[in-house]
């Protein structure tokens, strides 16, 4: 997924991530949760969602509440695989190992450990969070399994935190992502509890009971609103800096002297091929020599 978001054309690695991770999001979405909860064939369960749209939502909440064993069995063993491998650092051991006796052999040993890879590991946590946001209600025995996925991750992140404080041998920071992923975790849990609104209007419906079904309903409402009023309050605070951030930075490049540095080089940097002005100036260059020569 990395690759692809390279071949997308980001302008820094951040965005790169980014893309990775919303791509990792909905593939683990659309292959974990949804054909977890597929039995048959998946052109037919498409065809029949096409034809009977209307049976979506209980035909969706008759499917989760049937796949509610698998789900518990998956988080713990993701948390009980996952984690534990991310202790051991399997990989990069024995890549390590591998160039030790090859071709980095007599060599001064390198940092072979990468930064903390969040394009990997939020979309697995995410999707977890909304495995236990949509069954919450349908089935509570799988909340206690996400409490102890939960504690295992948060232990380990901390362990790694604090040994890479303290030796310098978990992980490199390559560069600081200044929060630009909260907008992106922020929509995956609107997801999951979109996909839980829906699920319990058709839970309800095959419970029969229309007034509990239909008084669900304005909460799906409210939450698509409220997602537009987040990105319309919050989403420019990580996407743009303010005016006093800018004036503090400015500020401080005067004082260090960096100011006419910083603009020099963000004009070279920065400028268009169609704003770069064309020199006139003959050149030693073949391809700038007449065909025809005068005498």
Not at 1 to 29: D, Q, R, T
Not at 131 to 155: E, S
Not at 262 to 282: G, H, M, N, W
Request: hydrophobic letters at 45%; charged letters at 15%; glycine letters at 6%.
């Amino acid at each position: 997924m990395l690759g692809m978001a390279k071949l997308g054309g980001s302008i820094s690695k951040s965005k790169e991530e980014i893309k990775a991770c919303n791509m990792v999001f909905y593939f683990l979405l659309g292959n974990v949760f949804f054909l977890s909860l597929i039995s048959g064939s998946l052109l037919d369960e498409i065809g029949e969602y096409v034809s009977h749209p209307k049976n979506l939502p209980s035909h969706l909440a008759a499917l989760v509440s049937s796949q509610a064993d698998f789900f518990m069995t998956y988080i713990l063993t993701e948390g009980l695989s996952g984690f534990s491998l991310e202790v051991l650092q399997p990989g990069l051991l024995i890549w390590d190992f591998i160039k030790s006796r090859t071709y980095c052999r007599g060599k001064e040993k390198d940092l072979y450990l990468y930064s903390l890879q969040y394009f990997r590991i939020i979309p697995i946590v995410s999707l977890s969070i909304l495995i236990g946001i949509v069954y919450a209600v349908i089935a509570p025995l799988l909340l206690p399994f996400l409490i102890v996925y939960f504690f295992l991750g948060y232990f380990v992140y901390i362990n790694q935190a604090n040994f890479y404080v303290l030796i310098q041998d978990v992980y490199e920071t390559v560069y600081d992502t200044c929060g630009t992923f909260w907008p992106f975790i922020h929509h995956y849990i609107i997801v999951a509890i979109i996909l839980m609104q829906i699920t319990m209007i058709g839970l309800f419906g095959l419970k029969s009971k229309p007034a509990a079904s239909v008084s669900t309903i304005p909460l799906l409402l409210l939450t698509i609103m409220f997602n537009e009023y987040c990105k319309i309050r919050f989403l420019p605070a990580f996407r743009s800096h303010s005016i006093q951030n800018a004036v503090e930075n400015d500020e401080l490049d005067e004082k260090s002297s960096e100011m006419e540095h910083s603009f020099d080089k963000a004009i070279e940097e920065y400028r268009q091929p169609c704003l770069v002005p064309v020199s006139f100036t003959q050149s030693d260059s073949s391809l700038y020599r007449p065909l025809i020569t005068s005498w």
